[in-house]
């Protein structure tokens, strides 16, 4: 069993660029996020030797293992617009984004870069049954079997989009059975031969499910 907790605050991220020596105000995004992620995980795993007959041995085990995550992101992005075209951008962002420069209205704040799905609710939920065998015949041979079963389920929520079918449509889930099986021979103590299959599947998490852009600094981008 296992509790955890992640946090992650970004109180104010700058991302902006310089375009041929020239400051793009289009570019500017200044970022605030606060993101919290509650983990509970629970496993359970159980053996049992059984022997069958003088040459015949087999360990018989089974388990079971839940994970669920909760997670909360709250998201705001602001830019700013540049209203006078006569300005020498090619200045510093400090002798240029002054107090004085939105009150003269060289710029404005641009308050319409947050998106409807850039804040989000979501929890996402694996639960699992195994069932294997390890088995000895004779010396020579032994045989693993086994079979895991997982059911899998990401729901988001996006609080500030009124389209519910965004909502729904960023949901994942899925029953998978996914088998193995493997072989090994001794040919003798110092060699063998092992031959083996198994099905695995991977998933898409929280973060690749959600519909917002990620923060993400770009080769051409400067930050502060």
């Known amino acids: 069993m296992g509790l955890s907790q992640t946090n ?68 705001i992005r602001l830019g700013v617009l540049q209203r006078d075209n006569t300005l020498d951008t090619s200045q510093d962002l400090e002798v240029l984004l002054t107090p004085q420069a939105f009150i003269d209205d060289q710029y404005r704040l641009n308050t319409n870069k947050t998106t409807e799905t850039d ?32 059911d899998f389920e990401i729901d988001l929520n996006y609080p500030n989009e009124p389209n519910e079918n965004v909502s729904t449509a960023s949901d994942r889930s899925s029953t998978d059975v996914l088998p193995s099986l ?28 959600v519909s917002y852009t990620h923060l993400r600094a770009h080769e051409t981008s400067l930050h502060l």
């Open 119 to 150: 804040s989000y609710d979501a929890t996402q939920d694996l639960n699992a049954i195994y069932l294997s065998s390890e088995t000895d015949i004779g010396f020579d041979w032994t045989v693993v079997a086994g079979v895991r079963v997982e």
């Open 8 to 75: 992650r605050y970004s109180p104010d991220r700058r991302e902006y660029q310089y375009r041929n020596g020239v400051f793009a105000a289009s570019t500017l995004e200044r970022s605030y996020s606060d993101l919290t992620e509650d983990g509970l995980d629970l496993g359970l795993d159980y053996r049992i030797p059984i022997t069958i007959s003088d040459g015949l041995f087999t360990n018989l085990r089974f388990g079971v293992l839940s994970n669920a995550r909760d997670r909360d992101n709250e998201l």
């Open 182 to 209: 493997g072989v090994i021979y001794r040919y003798s103590d110092a060699f063998q031969i092992r031959s083996g299959y198994a099905q695995t599947i991977s998933r898409p998490n929280i973060t690749e499910s």
